[in-house]
Nanobody, 116 residues
């Protein structure tokens, strides 16, 4: 059973930065893609960023230019560097990994609160 554990969330002021981490219980090298989603209170879960096995990235418009997704195969970890944070970025952030067999695994999430 694949387990994903997120960390790095917390309270940050507008304009600040956070780096989220997602560590998998297995090697991330064999996954089709890895990514981050978020869910704000009262809203549906939405895509933030993905990284596929070929190194291609995809970002939500709201994340472009501010967030960066990266992976460390040696550490079985996926990162989301978030800069210039806004109150609208407040949400629970979830890590996900998708296998070539189209099976999705999810972490339990980490809360990011952007507030003065």
């Amino acid at each position: 059973q694949v387990q994903l554990v997120e960390s790095g969330g917390g309270l940050v002021q507008p304009g600040g930065s956070l780096r989220l981490s997602c560590t998998a219980s297995v090697s991330i090298f064999g996954f089709f893609s890895v990514g981050w989603y978020r869910q704000a209170p009262g809203k549906e879960r939405e895509l933030v960023a993905t990284l596929d096995g070929g190194g291609s990235t995809n970002y939500a418009d709201s994340a472009k230019g501010r967030f960066t997704i990266s992976g460390d195969n040696a550490e079985n970890t996926v990162y989301l560097q978030m800069n210039s944070l806004k109150p609208g970025d407040t949400a629970v952030y979830y890590c996900t990994m998708r296998t070539y067999g189209a099976i999705n695994y999810w972490g339990k999430g980490t809360l990011v609160t952007v507030s003065a």
